[in-house]
């Protein structure tokens, strides 16, 4: 017969009570790693110069200095504590916003800025440029964001004179905010 030996008995029950203690410290303190983090992808349309590319540079903890305007789309991961945005910012010129409702497929919102302090021509383009956005089948559904950037100009103009009387300010799922997107000082208007 084997007997075991005390010796032998202590070492299995220490080993048993390490197995224990080590699967208990597991499922306290180290469950992994973090779930992964929500992507949303975005699109951010507007016309040239309103500030599109100036605003994902501040997102992005990015250099503003020497920006240009974008030429085709460029396109960017914004993380947040709890979300990841990939923005894909479409440019603003005459000659490519006819091709943006290319890359309207698959979006789940959509940031559209302007300049507050362009001309009436540029601000009625840049109006009709947001009601067909808001048309579109694609982006109908979808929350918008419409930012009023340049409020740090003295042309700026406020929210209520940009949209008086549009018939896309009466729209469900729109935020509008306003501010200075390199200084990114702002003020929410509901």
Not at 108 to 113: A, K, M
């Amino acid at each position: 017969m084997d007997y075991m030996t005390v010796s032998e008995r202590i070492q299995i029950s220490i080993a048993v009570c390490r197995i224990g203690l080590y699967t208990c410290f597991r499922a306290l303190c180290c469950k992994g790693p973090p779930p992964p983090r929500p992507e949303y992808d975005i699109i951010c349309i507007g016309l040239t110069g309103s500030g599109k590319t100036s605003l994902l540079t501040q997102l992005c903890n990015e250099s503003h200095e020497n920006i240009v305007p974008t030429t085709g789309f460029s396109i960017k991961a914004i993380p947040f504590q709890s979300a990841i945005m990939n923005v894909k910012e479409l440019g603003g010129a005459t000659n490519i916003r006819k091709y943006w409702s290319r890359y309207y497929q698959g979006s789940q919102g959509v940031i559209f800025v302007l300049d507050s302090a362009s001309s009436e021509d540029d601000l009625e383009t840049a109006r009709n440029e947001l009601h067909s956005a808001l048309q579109h089948p694609q982006l109908c559904t979808l929350p918008f964001l419409i930012l009023a950037n340049h409020q740090d100009k003295p042309a700026a103009r406020s929210v209520q004179e940009i949209f008086i009387g549009s018939p896309q300010s009466e729209r469900a799922q729109i935020i509008f905010f306003t501010g200075n997107w390199k200084s990114l000082q702002s003020n929410e208007n509901d």
